[in-house]
């Protein structure tokens, strides 16, 4: 959270008044970035000459002495008000303790992460230095002072064409926005005409107020159902009859979180429309998003895939599960469609993780309860505002370094740092089981 590092608030502090002496957790945070900083300078000074790997991590909102909510004792003015102000402390108390449980992790876990550093062997096998790890074990950029890429540095686009799909909120639509407002066609993929409409008459005045000196932006409707495949085929048909190239695809739709239902083609919704709907494309840029919390997948199990109202499975228990399962499917995918297109197609696909984003999708809903309001407010705390969130998959769709680096079937997290995901999606044979099972659902439906 620190802005920067004000030099002149550090050394005799005490004699000049710095806007950092106001707060505690401003000069907290400022130490904190000045660690990150100091591990990047070290592990580039020892880069190739040692065998020193200096790497730094945050263990996560850990229960210790130093984060466990203080009991409050009775102070003047509650001596003097009485029984109601101290019902009301008493209750503030009650929920500090109740939200430092839910929220914290016990110390056996928040060890984890730096015991990750210390004792693994892929941090040498894989040359891991001057990197950031979070809980746990996950590699992420440190933070925005030092995000890997910015809104100011995405080049002209002019004739450049881009498709983005679910482009009428959220994540697709703060992407249709950078890419417009920097020169690109876009085509707004969307299921509803009317919503598509209204979003393509908000982000013209939103590119007007935000990039006065941006060319007028081309922005036009696409009709896209992802949850059947051979609307999802009538779309492309109807792209390529507009006799234009295609150079970016964000393929951004999703849905999570709701109840278990059948597509069109009776597969599973969130598989279908997260997995399923992104088959059939070859633009230049292929970016599919992705998550985390794929990792939260053990694996696929194919038979709860195809007609599953008809197979009660343990994936139709929890709506989580189904979405990690298609989260996982989207990072494979990408792999296998990479490994196919191979280095010189000049096609490069990869797989982009927003961070936790503040959407309709992961926003709470307030029922107005004291428990919606905290978690309101626990969101509004963690989630990244889309404009910032948009910028990995804007790296992955818009940055030369893609074309410069051969960067393909990798997957990436924010702020465009490129991370690992789990072991189930980087085997290349399981991939291949998914290849094979998508290929031949997409044949069967295209041909019903």
């Given at each position: 959270m620190a802005a920067g590092i004000n030099y002149d608030a550090i050394y005799k502090a005490g004699e000049t008044e710095q806007p950092y002496h106001h707060s505690h957790y401003s000069r907290y945070?400022?130490?904190?970035?000045?660690?990150?900083?100091?591990?990047?300078?070290?592990?580039?000074?020892?880069?190739?000459?040692?065998?020193?790997?200096?790497?730094?991590?945050?263990?996560?909102?850990?229960?210790?002495?130093?984060?466990?909510?203080?009991s409050r004792g009775k102070g003047e003015e509650e001596e003097k008000v009485g029984w109601p102000l101290s019902t009301i402390h008493q209750v503030k108390d009650w929920l500090s303790v109740w939200t430092h449980k839910k929220i914290t992790l016990p110390i056996e876990k928040g060890?984890?992460?730096?015991?990750?550093?210390?004792?693994?062997?892929?941090?040498?096998?894989?040359?891991?230095?001057?990197?950031?790890?979070?809980?746990?074990?996950?590699?992420?950029?440190?933070?925005?002072?030092?995000?890997?890429?910015?809104?100011?540095q995405i080049p002209d686009l002019t004739g450049k064409v881009a498709i983005v799909t679910g482009a009428n909120s959220g994540l697709g639509y703060a992407t249709t926005i950078a890419l417009a407002a920097h020169g690109a066609h876009v085509f707004l993929a969307c299921r509803n005409q009317g919503r598509a409409q209204e979003a393509i008459e908000r982000a013209e005045e939103e590119i007007k107020s935000k990039y006065p000196n941006a060319p007028t932006p081309q922005l036009e409707f696409l009709e896209l159902d992802l949850g059947d495949m051979n609307k999802t085929r009538q779309a492309a048909q109807e792209f390529m009859k507009k006799g234009l190239p295609l150079h970016i695809l964000v393929n951004n739709s999703g849905i999570a979180g709701g109840p278990l239902g059948l597509s069109a083609d009776g597969i599973e919704s969130e598989f279908a429309v997260n997995h399923m709907g992104i088959k059939e494309s070859h633009p230049s840029r292929i970016i599919i998003m992705s998550t985390s919390l794929h990792e939260n997948a053990p694996a696929i199990n194919y038979d709860t895939i195809y007609k599953t109202g008809d197979i009660p499975q343990p994936h139709h228990q929890s709506t989580w599960d189904r979405f990690y399962r298609s989260k996982l499917a989207n990072i494979m995918f990408a792999k296998a469609l990479a490994r196919r297109l191979g280095n010189e197609s000049g096609v490069y696909v990869n797989c982009a993780n927003p961070g936790y984003v503040s959407t309709e999708v992961t926003r709470p809903a307030?029922?107005?309860?004291?428990?919606?309001?905290?978690?309101?407010?626990?969101?509004?705390?963690?989630?990244?505002?889309?404009?910032?969130?948009?910028?990995?998959?804007?790296?992955?769709?818009?940055?030369?370094?893609?074309?410069?680096?051969?960067?393909?079937g990798r997957y990436f997290g924010p702020i465009a740092n490129e991370l690992e995901p789990s072991n189930y999606a980087n085997d290349e044979k399981l991939q291949e089981e998914l290849w094979a099972y998508s290929q031949k659902l997409a044949n069967e439906k295209l041909k019903a």
């Amino acid at each position: 959270m620190a802005a920067g590092i004000n030099y002149d608030a550090i050394y005799k502090a005490g004699e000049t008044e710095q806007p950092y002496h106001h707060s505690h957790y401003s000069r907290y945070a400022r130490s904190k970035l000045a660690n990150a900083m100091f591990a990047i300078a070290v592990a580039r000074r020892v880069k190739d000459e040692t065998r020193l790997f200096v790497n730094y991590c945050r263990p996560g909102y850990v229960s210790t002495e130093g984060t466990q909510p203080a009991s409050r004792g009775k102070g003047e003015e509650e001596e003097k008000v009485g029984w109601p102000l101290s019902t009301i402390h008493q209750v503030k108390d009650w929920l500090s303790v109740w939200t430092h449980k839910k929220i914290t992790l016990p110390i056996e876990k928040g060890v984890l992460t730096q015991l990750y550093l210390a004792t693994s062997p892929g941090i040498e096998n894989k040359g891991i230095e001057g990197r950031y790890f979070w809980p746990v074990a996950l590699e992420l950029q440190p933070c925005k002072f030092l995000d890997g890429y910015s809104h100011s540095q995405i080049p002209d686009l002019t004739g450049k064409v881009a498709i983005v799909t679910g482009a009428n909120s959220g994540l697709g639509y703060a992407t249709t926005i950078a890419l417009a407002a920097h020169g690109a066609h876009v085509f707004l993929a969307c299921r509803n005409q009317g919503r598509a409409q209204e979003a393509i008459e908000r982000a013209e005045e939103e590119i007007k107020s935000k990039y006065p000196n941006a060319p007028t932006p081309q922005l036009e409707f696409l009709e896209l159902d992802l949850g059947d495949m051979n609307k999802t085929r009538q779309a492309a048909q109807e792209f390529m009859k507009k006799g234009l190239p295609l150079h970016i695809l964000v393929n951004n739709s999703g849905i999570a979180g709701g109840p278990l239902g059948l597509s069109a083609d009776g597969i599973e919704s969130e598989f279908a429309v997260n997995h399923m709907g992104i088959k059939e494309s070859h633009p230049s840029r292929i970016i599919i998003m992705s998550t985390s919390l794929h990792e939260n997948a053990p694996a696929i199990n194919y038979d709860t895939i195809y007609k599953t109202g008809d197979i009660p499975q343990p994936h139709h228990q929890s709506t989580w599960d189904r979405f990690y399962r298609s989260k996982l499917a989207n990072i494979m995918f990408a792999k296998a469609l990479a490994r196919r297109l191979g280095n010189e197609s000049g096609v490069y696909v990869n797989c982009a993780n927003p961070g936790y984003v503040s959407t309709e999708v992961t926003r709470p809903a307030n029922g107005g309860s004291m428990l919606d309001g905290l978690k309101g407010w626990a969101h509004s705390l963690v989630a990244y505002p889309v404009e910032r969130g948009a910028l990995t998959p804007l790296y992955l769709a818009t940055s030369p370094e893609i074309d410069e680096k051969n960067i393909t079937g990798r997957y990436f997290g924010p702020i465009a740092n490129e991370l690992e995901p789990s072991n189930y999606a980087n085997d290349e044979k399981l991939q291949e089981e998914l290849w094979a099972y998508s290929q031949k659902l997409a044949n069967e439906k295209l041909k019903a």
